[in-house]
């Protein structure tokens, strides 16, 4: 299974990012609702594990709040390897707005 890694830096410090993360994160939530099923938040302090099915394809990982850095480890399913660099920079976009927002 692919990993994909995704690193952003941020300047509004641990606390306030992992609010701005749980706040986006419940948003993408209810937008998403029709095309996510299975989905599963565990956050443990400043860190999420998460996991999630989509278009029929199963999704897991990671991300890590640290004091000036956001941290996404996931597992990709094969059939998502191809647009691995898309959902990458998706990701890296989306958790910049959230982070500079």
């Known amino acids: 299974m692919p990993r994909l890694i995704v690193e952003v830096s941020h300047q509004v410090g641990q606390a306030a990012a992992s609010q701005r993360i749980r706040d986006a994160a419940a948003a993408v939530e209810q937008q998403y609702a029709a095309q996510v099923s299975e ?28 004091s000036q850095q956001v ?31």
Not at 51 to 64: E, K
Not at 87 to 100: A, F, G, H, Q
């Open 71 to 101: 941290q996404v480890h996931c597992n990709l399913p094969l059939a998502a390897a191809m647009f691995k660099a898309q959902i990458e920079r998706t990701m890296r976009d989306e958790l910049d707005k959230i982070l500079r927002g």
């Open 39 to 66: 989905l599963v938040q565990r956050w443990n302090g400043h860190s999420l594990d998460f996991s999630f099915r989509t278009y029929g394809l199963r999704f897991s990982g990671t991300l890590a709040v640290q």
